[in-house]
């Protein structure tokens, strides 16, 4: 993936905005545990920020997928991973199945006004018993009239508190377990749906999560996403968009892990010297750098691919995974070169440390990446060839 001027006209336009209208006001949404996300998302919908890769006839700017990418790397040098993580809920996670698969009517109420800010989109998929198990998910959407009835509780939703709708995964039939889910959009006023309170969480502490508990609510079918019974495939296929996003926004914080590491054991003397002579110290700060650049180059590979219409699964999967592994190993080690200043709250190293402990769990835990990519290798068992 090569950045063009148009590329690096876009990270300008997200660096400015990330440095007056986020980072100023992050440590403030922190502390009360939300931000405001209908007055944030309003204000970069007026900038184009919301639909950079969805279709103009829906006021998004018609890019390709490599601008998505330049977006979320830059957006992810915020101070708060709870922000970013919320806005690539409304940009990656809870919208392209709509941009891809929905009417024409169902785009103009709901994914036009995403894009432009006006509404907050929340991807409802994950329940208390079905997290990566996407299969075993109970909640369940039956056919009465024009309407589907939908009963069923979802959990741990990024958004919760403030969507306007959320993107609904739930059985519309009985069956084979991947062709009996339909998507389906929920306007978050109708009767019957209701949000729990905030869940308290190791970090992203600025993004609100909670349940949600859908009670007899009543939709009209053609609230439905693309076809009936297809709703497991435009989920796999969306994960493939936020998969992608979520190891672009994590780039951002480990790069920033480093950097402030360097600056502190510089500054910081003990035993005569600077905590940065240290060969045990730099050699370390040099060689996660490298692996920061090398997750960089796989995921701008995939990128190329996804561009160019090939199916990026394995190379997608395989990004994750790393930048899982990459945001538990790396705020780890840089938070011990910070001593008893890493193991404070308000220290730089910290939050990346608690923010990015998410990255190996949602959106697919490090676990079902590595099944993936075993089976596409085929030697997953029951995919492994004879010899």
Same mark, same amino acid.
Request: proline letters at 4%.
């Given at each position: ?14 660096? @400015? ?14 502390? @009360? $545990? &939300? ?10 919908? /007026? %900038? ?13 700017? $018609? ?39 929905? @009417?024409?009517? =169902? ?25 990566? !198990? ?32 959320? &993107? ?51 939709? *009209? ?29 994590? %780039?951002? *914080? %480990? ?11 510089? !500054? #910081? ?7 940065? !002579? ?14 920061? /650049? ?24 395989? +990004? ?5 592994? =990459?945001?538990?190993?790396?705020? !780890? +080690? &840089?938070?011990?070169?910070? $001593? ?17 402990? %998410?990255? +190996? ?22 995919? #492994?060839?004879?010899?």
């Amino acid at each position: 993936m090569k950045l063009t001027q148009e590329h690096e006209e876009l990270c300008r336009t997200v660096r @400015s905005f990330v440095e007056n209208e986020v980072n100023p006001f992050v440590d403030e949404w922190e502390e @009360s $545990g &939300c931000f405001p996300a209908k007055t944030l998302f309003k204000k970069m919908g /007026e %900038l184009g920020l919301l639909g950079i890769s969805k279709p103009e006839a829906y006021g998004g700017m $018609g890019l390709n997928y490599s601008f998505e990418v330049a977006f979320a790397e830059e957006f992810g040098r915020c101070h708060s991973g709870g922000v970013t993580m919320a806005v690539g809920v409304q940009t990656n996670m809870a919208t392209p199945a709509l941009a891809q698969y929905g @009417s024409d009517e =169902l785009c103009r109420e709901f994914l036009s006004p995403a894009i432009a800010g006006e509404m907050v989109a929340s991807i409802a998929v994950s329940e208390p018993g079905a997290g990566s !198990d996407v299969a075993s998910i109970k909640t369940t959407a039956r056919k009465d009239g024009d309407d589907y009835i939908i009963n069923g509780s979802k959990m741990w939703i990024t958004n919760a508190k403030q969507a306007d709708f959320f &993107c609904l995964l739930a059985n519309t039939n009985e069956g084979n377990p991947h062709t009996s889910k339909s998507l389906i959009v929920v306007p978050a006023s109708t009767p019957g749906v209701s949000v729990g309170d905030r869940l308290k969480k190791l970090g992203m502490r600025a993004s609100d999560t909670a349940p949600v508990f859908f009670d007899n609510v009543r939709v *009209p079918q053609h609230y439905r996403i693309g076809e009936e019974g297809k709703g497991f495939t435009y989920q796999m296929e969306q994960f493939q968009e936020e998969r992608l996003f979520g190891a672009a926004m994590g %780039l951002g *914080p %480990l790069d920033r892990c480093i950097s402030s590491t360097i600056e502190y054991t510089d !500054d #910081r003397i003990a035993f005569g010297r600077s905590l940065l !002579d240290n060969q045990a110290i730099h050699y370390r700060l040099a060689e996660l750098q490298t692996e920061v /650049e090398a997750l960089r180059s796989l995921l701008y590979r995939a990128v190329d691919e996804y561009v160019a219409g090939k199916d990026v699964t394995l190379l997608a999967s395989m +990004a994750k995974l790393k930048s899982g592994q =990459l945001s538990r190993e790396l705020p !780890d +080690a &840089c938070l011990q070169f910070w $001593g008893g200043m890493g193991y404070i709250e308000e220290s730089v190293v910290n939050r990346i440390y608690r923010d990015a402990r %998410l990255v +190996a769990i949602g959106g697919g835990a490090d676990e079902i990446m590595k099944g993936i990519i075993a089976k596409l290798m085929g030697i997953h068992p029951g995919k #492994r060839k004879s010899v």
